[in-house]
């Protein structure tokens, strides 16, 4: 994940390659209930501003992500999996009435398939890419974006060319490495 990016903007097309990555992801039931908001140069600054006013900034750990050209914003419709599973392909599976019906928000599985293929997208173009949550700025975020009522946000994708100086970013998360598969791979069962 890269938390310092060059200035460089990026081509329209490569943010149309990245988008047509996203919406390529799977959705069940072939749902299309994912939606981007695409940021891209000046337009970023609507994002900062909402979630890291000017005093906060001269405080935040990661100056470099300000200048990611691009920011993505995922969103997801709970509504429209609702629909799509009330269709008579799909409805005698129960969960075309309530959001809570769900065992498993596919919503939020999708759309964190969507997130994974804009990131393997990304590295693709040999852009840096970073994924982030938007935690308690959600509402604040949608509401500056003109999102509709109903959609709920995954988090941020912020993507461009890494800084040149970037080098590895030392955050906490990064430090804890990757699980180990003698511990967490599970051949033939637990």
């Known amino acids: 994940m890269c938390r310092d990016f060059a200035t460089t903007p990026l081509r329209p097309e490569v943010v149309d390659r990245l988008a047509e990555a996203a919406l390529g992801a799977p959705a069940a039931g072939n749902t299309h209930g994912l939606h981007l908001v695409a940021l891209v140069g000046d337009q970023t600054a609507r994002y900062w501003d909402v979630t890291l006013p000017a005093p906060a900034r001269e405080r935040f750990r990661w100056p470099g992500l300000l200048r990611a050209p691009?920011?993505?914003?995922?969103?997801?419709?709970p509504q429209a999996?609702?629909?799509?599973?009330?269709?008579?392909?799909?409805?005698?599976?129960?969960?075309?009435?309530?959001?809570?019906?769900?065992?498993?928000p596919y919503w939020f599985v999708d759309g964190g398939a969507a997130v994974m293929a804009t990131l393997l997208a990304a590295e693709v173009e040999g852009l840096g890419?970073?994924?982030?949550?938007?935690f308690d700025h959600e509402r604040a975020v949608a509401?500056?974006?003109?999102?509709?009522?109903g959609m709920r946000a995954l988090?941020?994708?912020?993507?461009?060319?890494?800084?040149?100086?970037?080098?590895a970013s030392e955050s906490r998360s990064a430090r804890r490495g990757r699980p180990d598969p003698d511990r967490h791979l599970h051949l033939g069962g637990w």
């Open 70 to 77: 691009l920011l993505l914003v995922p969103y997801v419709s």
């Open 81 to 104: 999996y609702l629909q799509r599973y009330s269709e008579p392909d799909k409805s005698a599976s129960g969960l075309g009435r309530a959001a809570e019906d769900w065992a498993v």
């Open 129 to 134: 890419a970073l994924f982030f949550g938007q």
């Open 143 to 149: 509401g500056e974006l003109g999102v509709p009522a």
């Open 155 to 167: 988090g941020t994708v912020a993507v461009g060319h890494a800084a040149e100086e970037h080098g």
